[in-house]
């Protein structure tokens, strides 16, 4: 019995029709190629087409990533701006602030300064009240109690003191200067009192009251 490999019989002829058309490609001519058909150029047309839209994809999803990557960077530079933003504002409403709380520091300063340009006027009565007062003290008496009272509406300063001394005649030159110093100003009849370790001394007591216009 004889036996063929029908399979080793197709390879063959199909190495050989490749053989045949390499060898009819390397003795293929330009005269050749213009003499084809129709059809040969419309498949060289429809690959070139598909070449070409191969190529358009690709420019086009280039063009979509570098897009892609800048849309990226700028919405990073934009978050980085809205921070900076943000940071501005704050520092701005901060100084804003700050300017505020200045200005009303200095309108306070400004309403204090006109308060105590005020009260200058009853500042002097009450500092030259206790000067004047005391600038007659002799040296052998003291001053137990001094006392004043000012009476905004009344415009009226009112002055209380009790003067002590163991001379009987220091109490009395005191309230004679006072009388020639001011006609508001005397002393009361002087009393004769005993200290707790039984010691004698005199006492009077003053009361005044003026006008704040009005001179002691």
């Known amino acids: 019995m004889i036996k063929i490999n029908l399979a ?3 390879k063959e002829e199909a190495k050989r029709g490749i053989a045949f058309d ?8 330009v005269q050749d190629l213009l003499k084809a058909g129709g059809e040969y150029y419309a498949g060289l047309l429809l690959w070139l ?4 839209v191969l190529g358009y994809y690709w420019k086009v999803r ?5 897009l892609k990557a800048e849309i990226s960077n700028l919405n990073a530079e934009k978050t980085r701006l809205q921070a900076e933003a943000k940071k501005f504002l704050d520092e701005k409403r901060a100084i804003e602030e700050r300017i505020a709380r200045i200005k009303k520091e200095v309108q306070d300063v400004e309403k204090s300064k006109d308060i105590i340009v005020g009260l200058k006027a009853y500042y002097e009565p009450f500092n030259s009240g206790f000067s004047f007062y005391m600038s007659y003290v002799p040296k052998a008496a003291w001053i137990s109690s001094y006392r004043q009272s000012l009476d905004i509406n009344q415009q009226k300063l009112t002055s209380e003191l009790e003067i002590n001394s163991f001379d009987y005649e220091s109490l009395s030159s005191y309230g004679k200067a006072l009388s020639n110093a001011s006609e508001r100003a005397s002393l009361a009849q002087l009393e004769r009192k005993l200290n707790p370790h039984g010691f004698e001394y005199y006492s ?10 009005e001179g002691r």
């Open 8 to 10: 080793k019989v197709r």
């Open 204 to 213: 009077a007591k003053l009361s005044s009251e003026r006008n704040l216009q």
């Open 22 to 29: 390499l060898s009819s490609l390397k003795t293929l001519k």
């Open 49 to 52: 087409g598909v070449v070409a």
């Open 62 to 66: 280039q063009d979509v990533e570098h």
